[in-house]
């Protein structure tokens, strides 16, 4: 079955360690919380994001890590991937993490070495929709962001490609003004990326696609 579709989002490229700092009256539209990524939630992302490489024997000794995730809308969040630029001190790429969420509450990240041009391959290992099985592999790309960026993930399965997901946008500084207005362009950004994902699925369900059974989420040191 071959099904497509666009939606249009913003998401948020910060620095773990410089998190932005809106003004009182759109801090509600734009919270970072550890709570809605990989480790302690009584920690800071970037402390959660160095104990789970420490597991891993990755030691960034502080260099910059950069996020791409959503922030909190009105103190709800879904991000189906967040990924994290890990940097050495003197500015040079170590790794790349991608952080993968399900709509059950369920995490799982994948530590990547990529190339030259971000790409990188990892066998599947977290069940993320009812209609595909925790087999195959993943490829990804996932360059180092720049004026614009492009992030790209492809499931394949039995030689196929089972499912591939893009994400494409352009940076713009993060503004007061300029999160005003795409609030009022996009307003509850996360609250309709989670319920376009369940539409989907409905969708998806009505046409009889067959639903493969969840199974029992081992979670990984470090993450949950």
Known sequence: ????????????????????????????????????????????????????????????????????????????????????????????????VAEVHNTYGERHCYLLRTDDVGRAETPKDFYVSPFLTVEGDYRMVLPLPGERLTVSVTLRQDGATALTATVTGSRRPATPAALARMLVRRPLVTHRTSALIRRHGIALWLRRLPVIRRPKHAPQEGVQ
């Open 1 to 96: 079955m071959d099904r497509r579709f666009t939606h249009s989002v913003y998401l948020w490229l910060v620095d773990l360690d410089a998190l932005p700092q809106m003004p009182v009256w759109l801090r509600p539209f734009a919270r970072f919380e550890a709570r809605d990524h990989l480790g302690d939630p009584d920690r800071s992302i970037r402390r959660n994001l160095d104990a789970y490489l420490a597991t891993r024997g990755v030691d960034l000794a502080g260099g910059q890590v950069l996020m791409l995730a959503h922030a909190r809308v009105l103190g709800y969040v879904f991000n189906p991937i967040t990924v994290y630029w890990c940097h050495r001190p003197d500015g040079a790429l170590e790794c790349v």
